[in-house]
C-alpha cells in the first residue's frame, strides 16, 4: 500500500488525468475525485467501521468507474468521515468523502435512466418538479370544470366518483405508475449490469445461492429497513450542522418511508375492497383504507417537514450543493401529497370536495411522474448498492489485506 505522503493531494481539473491514479483514464473529472479520496482513505482507514464504503474500498487498491459508481451509492451522506477527517479541508488533500460520493451519485440516476434522454432530467430536477407539479395540477382542475362545469357544488357525501370516474382513474393512474416502476428498473438492472458481482469470476465459481445471495438479499432488507447505515457506525447517527450526532435524519427517513409504505398499503387494500369485495369509496374514517392512509400521512408529514428542517440547517460541506433543488423538491412534493390528501379527507362531505381532490390528484400525479427521474430514485440505487456489497464481503477477500 502507498504511504500518505505519495497520494495525489489536490482533486483532478477538468477531465483529463494526470497520471496520478491508475485506471482512471476513462473516469470522469468527479469519478477521478473518488479514486483519489479513495486511495487516501485506503492507506489512512481510520473511517473504516463508520459505514458500507469502507469496508467495500478494503477489498480494491485501484478504483474503476463500476466501483466509483457502486461506492458513491453505498454512500448515504451521513457526514461522519467528513467530521472525523484529519485531511479534510483545509489540509491540502481535501479529502471530502461525502461530496465526492454525492456528485458522482447523482451522475449515476442521470447515466442509467430509460429513456436515457430523460436522464437530463436530473440536472434540473428542482425545475422537474415544479414543472410536474403545474402540469399536474392544470391537468385535473381543466378535467374537473371539462366533466362537471364547476369545482364548487352542493355536496356529494364524499363520493369521489361523482367528480371523476372510478375507471378513469384507475386506468391513468395504472398506466403513469406502472411506466414510473418499468423505468426505475431498467435503470437499476442497467446499473447492476455494470456494477454487478457476476462479473466476478469468485462468485461465478464459488458461490452458491444459499450462501451468498440469499442471506444477502436478507441482510440488504434489514439494512434498508433500518436504515442502518444512518447511524453513523456506532449507532449515534448522522453529523448534520456540526460535530454532534443526532439519530433525527435516521428518524425522519424513518417516518417517510414508512408513511410512504402505509399509503402505498391503503391504496392496494382500497383496490381489493373495490374489486374482490365490491365495497366502492368513499369508506368510513374507521375503515382499513383510511386508518392506513392516515397513518401514513402523517409520517409524510412529519418526515418531510424534518428533513426539510434538517437540511436547510446542514453543514455546507456536506454533499452536493447543486442538488439542493432536487432534495428540497422531492421533499416537498411528498408533503404536498400528505396535506393535499389531509384537506380532501376533511372538506370531502362539502361543496369543495372537486376542488381539493383535483388538487390532490394533480399532485399525486406529480409524484408518480417524477419517480424514475429525481430523488426517489436514492432509494432503489442504494438498495442494489446494499445488495451488491453484502454479496461481496461473502466473497473471499482477494487482497487479504483488510476487510469488514
Ligand atoms: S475520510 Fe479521512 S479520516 Fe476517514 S479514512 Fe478517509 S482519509 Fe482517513
Ligand atoms: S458520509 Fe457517511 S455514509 Fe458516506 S462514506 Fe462517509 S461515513 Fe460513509
Known amino acids: 500500500m502507498q504511504p500518505l505522503t505519495d497520494m495525489p493531494m489536490s482533486a ?13 483514464s476513462a473516469l470522469t473529472a468527479d469519478e477521478q475525485e473518488i479514486a483519489r479520496v479513495m486511495q487516501i482513505c485506503n492507506a489512512c482507514r ?5 459505514c458500507a464504503v469502507f469496508p467495500a474500498m478494503t477489498r480494491r487498491l485501484t478504483f474503476d468507474k463500476a466501483d466509483t459508481h457502486h461506492l458513491a451509492n453505498l454512500c448515504h451522506n451521513c457526514g461522519a468521515c467528513l467530521h472525523a477527517c484529519q485531511y479534510a479541508p483545509p489540509h491540502e488533500f481535501a479529502v471530502n468523502v461525502p461530496r465526492a460520493m454525492a456528485k458522482v451519485r447523482k451522475r449515476t440516476y442521470q447515466d442509467y435512466a430509460w429513456p436515457a434522454s ?23 382542475l381543466v378535467l374537473a370544470v371539462a366533466m362537471n362545469g364547476k369545482l364548487v357544488h352542493e355536496p356529494l357525501a364524499g363520493n369521489f366518483y361523482a367528480i ?5 382513474l384507475a386506468v391513468l393512474f395504472s398506466v403513469v405508475f406502472l411506466y414510473a416502476i418499468l423505468a426505475l428498473a431498467v435503470g437499476v438492472i442497467r446499473f447492476w449490469r455494470e456494477m454487478s458481482p457476476s462479473k466476478d469470476a469468485d462468485l461465478r465459481d464459488v458461490a452458491s445461492i444459499s450462501q451468498t445471495r440469499l442471506p444477502a438479499a ?9 436504515l442502518r447505515y444512518l447511524g453513523g457506525g456506532h449507532g449515534d447517527g448522522c453529523n448534520e450542522e456540526d460535530d454532534r450526532f443526532t439519530l433525527w435524519r435516521r428518524r425522519f427517513h424513518h417516518f417517510t418511508l414508512y408513511g410512504f409504505l402505509l399509503c402505498f398499503a391503503a391504496t392496494c387494500v382500497a383496490t381489493l375492497y373495490h374489486y374482490l369485495l365490491g365495497l366502492h369509496a368513499p369508506y368510513r374514517f374507521s375503515s382499513l383504507p383510511v386508518i392506513l392512509g392516515s397513518l401514513g400521512g402523517i409520517g409524510l408529514v412529519i418526515g418531510p417537514v424534518g428533513l426539510l428542517w434538517l437540511n436547510l440547517r446542514r453543514d455546507p460541506q456536506h454533499g452536493d450543493p447543486d442538488q439542493h433543488g432536487m ?5 416537498l412534493l411528498l408533503l404536498l401529497v400528505s396535506l393535499t390528501g389531509f384537506a380532501l379527507l376533511l372538506l370531502r362531505d362539502t361543496g369543495f370536495m372537486a376542488l381539493w381532490l383535483a388538487i390532490h390528484l394533480g399532485t399525486v400525479m406529480a409524484l408518480f411522474l417524477t419517480l424514475p427521474y429525481g430523488k426517489f430514485a436514492h432509494g432503489i440505487f442504494r438498495s442494489a448498492a446494499l445488495l451488491k456489497f453484502n454479496i461481496e464481503k461473502r466473497m473471499p477477500n482477494r487482497l487479504g489485506i483488510g476487510g469488514e
Open 218 to 226: 436478507a441482510e440488504s432488507i434489514s439494512d434498508v429497513a433500518q
Open 12 to 24: 483532478p481539473e477538468g477531465g483529463a488525468c494526470d497520471g496520478g491514479i491508475s485506471l482512471v
Open 164 to 168: 371523476f370516474p372510478h375507471n378513469f
Open 118 to 140: 430523460f436522464g437530463r432530467l436530473y440536472q434540473r430536477a428542482g425545475l422537474t418538479v415544479a414543472l410536474a407539479l403545474a402540469g399536474g395540477l392544470a391537468l385535473f
Open 46 to 50: 481510520y473511517c473504516e467501521g463508520f
Open 327 to 331: 432534495d428540497r423538491g422531492f421533499i
